[in-house]
């Protein structure tokens, strides 16, 4: 498919592997950081259209919520909803230590000479579950890992 001038999402059916770990999925999208059409599952699909320093249309904005939404969805097994509420700074998630990054470097030089200028994107959401129960996350994408973290509100990383 040709690249298209603009950002854009793509629905799909039937669904295609994820490009990451294969989970199937029905969501593409072309970004100016890709040539071709990125294939993300809910996990590894956090659809960031523009540099950080450039100011989102509200098309981009919607789907970018839209794949924080898909993720926090994703890891509920498929139930309840989700609004994103905003930004959140990192450094004040529950349970986020930059050590979480870090250890999956063998040395703090590679960390430091790959993490540089990536430091990962937090998010806080409500979600809703079936009960009509809410509670507070906060979803966390690493561009190093290229995969979203879900951080609760008990102060701890939620285990997998
Ligand atoms: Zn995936």
Known sequence: MEHPDKNVVLYFTPSLPCDKCARATNVGYFTQWNAGMQVECWEHGYVDFV?????????????????????????????????????????????????????????????IQQATGMEPIAHLVRYEDEEGSTTEFYAVWSIIWHEFTLYGDNNSRESE
């Not at 939404?69 to 309840?80: A, L, Q, S, T």
């Not at 930004?87 to 870090?102: I, K, M």
């Open 51 to 111: 540099a950080r320093e450039e100011r989102p249309t509200q098309y981009e904005i919607t789907e970018k919520y839209n794949s924080i939404v898909r993720f926090v969805i994703g890891k509920k097994d498929g139930y309840g909803s989700c609004i994103v509420i905003g930004a959140f700074p990192l450094d004040s998630v529950p349970g986020y230590t930059e050590q979480s990054e870090r250890e999956y470097f063998d040395s703090d030089e590679e960390y």
